[in-house]
Nanobody, 122 residues
Framework: VQLVESGGGSVQAGGSLSLSCAVS????????VGWFRQAPGKEREGVAC???????LYSDSVKGRFTVSRDNAKNTVYLQMNNLKSEDTAKYYC?????????????????WGQGTQVTVSS
């Protein structure tokens, strides 16, 4: 199983970015995906997740600003981030696991991408 994140970059506060997580090695629609982020010197923090049938969960810090979705035809999961804040600055990772439902916890996911950097300037 391989995961490849893309779409990171630099943006001003209030702006938007869309991240992608391309998954290979898993049959589409049979796995859940979580999005996490890690800032320098901090632990990896859960952001959102989407289960095998498209149900989603969000952390309180991003609820109402971030949207996670998936395209099973492309075996890709997306994270749309709107109204970005400086505190959203971090390296963003996606993780995949075989559970049919999802939770926003690192332990739930077996496979990880290399991450993509998001920098929000105020």
């Amino acid at each position: 199983v391989q995961l490849v994140e893309s779409g990171g970059g630099s943006v001003q506060a209030g702006g938007s970015l869309s991240l992608s997580c391309a998954v290979s090695g898993y049959t589409a629609g049979t796995y859940s995906v979580g999005w996490f982020r890690q800032a320098p010197g901090k632990e990896r923090e859960g952001v959102a997740c989407i289960d095998s049938v498209g149900q989603t969960l969000y952390s309180d810090s991003v609820k109402g600003r971030f949207t996670v979705s998936r395209d099973n035809a492309k075996n890709t999961v997306y994270l749309q981030m709107n109204n970005l804040k400086s505190e959203d600055t971090a390296k963003y990772y996606c993780g995949a696991g075989s559970g049919t439902f999802c939770i926003i916890a690192v332990r739930w996911y077996n496979y990880w991408g290399q991450g993509t950097q998001v920098t929000v300037s105020s």
